[in-house]
Nanobody
Framework: QVQLVESGGGLVQAGGSLRLSCAGSGRTFRSFAMGWFRQAPGKEREFVAAINWSGGSIYYADSVKGRFTISRDNAKITVYLQMNSLKPEDTAVYYC????????????????WGQGTQVTVSS
């Protein structure tokens, strides 16, 4: 069993930065690929970024490429999402998720989910 807890969300002006953290628990966490997703009001949950167990394979959605950076620290059992040059359209609840398959970009391929953290970007 893997438990995930996100933190670091908040209100920021357009052009600003935030760093989200996802703290994991469970002996197998280090072997899981991790992903970040987001869901805006009235929209479906969408993929943001994913990283494999070692950090050697990373994948981003086109909408965040060059602005967001995903990383992980297996010693701390934590995954991060550094978000720079934020835009109002980045406003959403951000979720981290874990899967045992590898780097994946679809919701149904992830087995464990956190509760989400709100990110609001004002214009």
């Amino acid at each position: 069993q893997v438990q995930l807890v996100e933190s670091g969300g908040g209100l920021v002006q357009a052009g600003g930065s935030l760093r989200l953290s996802c703290a994991g628990s469970g002996r197998t966490f280090r072997s899981f690929a991790m992903g970040w997703f987001r869901q805006a009001p009235g929209k479906e949950r969408e993929f943001v970024a994913a990283i494999n167990w070692s950090g050697g394979s990373i994948y981003y959605a086109d909408s965040v490429k060059g602005r967001f950076t995903i990383s992980r620290d297996n010693a701390k059992i934590t995954v991060y999402l550094q978000m720079n040059s934020l835009k109002p359209e980045d406003t959403a609840v951000y979720y981290c998720a874990a899967n045992s398959q590898g780097v994946r970009a679809t919701v149904h391929q992830y087995d464990y989910w956190g509760q989400g953290t709100q990110v609001t970007v004002s214009s």
